[in-house]
């Protein structure tokens, strides 16, 4: 893993849109996945982040500004894991959550690869948002939020109904994948809302690593796991990167950082002046 800045070009986006298209590729150089579904080329570009900058306005401070980042930029490409690193409070969550389209931005564009798309997060309208994180974005948050007295089997198995995929297979690749992360069979059919926090992280990362999606955003996804299931997360990482899945996160776990993270980036140097 080589830790170093990483900022992306100062171009128009006419030429990020040409980056992120695919061009050029052959039917070999795709990366098959289980089930048949498909992901981009390895390496092709997936992601493009270019001069982001965010203040959060503090209302009920009178409107105190609070910046956070000022002209971000980076690239992310298909089959690599890249690290937003910095120490608490340097934006890292904040950047992770603008990519998703939870924070809206200052200034700046999110370029997603959508197909033969381009989406720009950043402007995108809500509805165009929602199609490209059914099917092209998926994100691992901290914390699981579900609908109560839902099983912990149902919860995992949604994404895959929600593509399509009849209800009984989805829900047996959903305890394939809760198997694999060593949630007992006896929590399967409860709601997770009675589990601990470390049953409560795997049923949240087998539903976010279920469904394919070419681009996958983490946070702190091993932050209540013990060393065993650590190990289990990463060999589902290292699956997807094969998979050609592009995946951008946060890692403060360094065992877990060094194992599955190509590159780092200092998010520090993005911090906007206060």
């Given at each position: 893993m080589s830790t170093?800045?990483?900022m992306a070009g100062a171009s128009p986006h006419p030429g990020l849109q040409a980056?992120?298209?695919p061009m050029g590729r052959s039917e070999s150089d795709t990366l098959p996945l289980p089930h048949g579904e498909r992901v981009g080329v390895r390496g092709?570009?997936?992601l493009k982040v270019e001069n982001l900058s965010k203040t959060f306005i503090l209302h009920?401070?009178?409107g105190a500004r609070l910046p956070v980042v000022d002209g971000a930029g980076f690239a992310l490409n298909a089959g690599e894991c890249v690290a937003l690193g910095g120490p608490s409070g340097a934006g890292k969550s904040s950047l992770l959550k603008m990519v998703y389209g939870n924070y809206r931005v200052d200034a700046g564009a999110i370029l997603v690869s959508d197909g033969d798309e381009t989406v720009?997060?950043?402007a995108a309208e809500p509805r165009r948002l929602m199609r490209l994180r059914a099917t092209t974005m998926?994100?691992?948050s901290q914390f699981l939020r579900v609908i109560p007295r839902v099983?912990?089997?149902?919860?995992?198995a949604e994404p895959l109904v929600g593509d399509g995929v009849a209800r009984e297979e989805a829900r047996a690749r959903a305890g394939h994948l809760l198997a694999r992360l060593n949630l007992p069979e006896r929590l399967w059919a409860l709601p997770p809302a009675t589990f601990s926090g470390g049953e409560q992280q795997r049923v949240n990362i087998a539903r976010g690593l279920i469904a394919h999606r070419p681009l996958l955003l983490m946070d702190e996804p091993t932050a209540s796991l013990d060393a065993a299931n650590r190990a289990v997360v990463i060999a589902l990482i290292e699956e997807k990167k094969r998979a050609g899945v592009g995946i951008l996160g946060i890692f403060h776990d360094a065992e877990v950082r060094d194992a599955v993270?190509?590159?780092v980036i200092d998010v520090t140097q993005f911090a906007a002046a206060a």
């Open positions: 170093h800045q990483d980056d992120l298209s092709t570009p997936l009920l401070r009178d720009d997060v950043a998926g994100y691992v099983s912990a089997l149902d919860v995992v993270c190509d590159r």
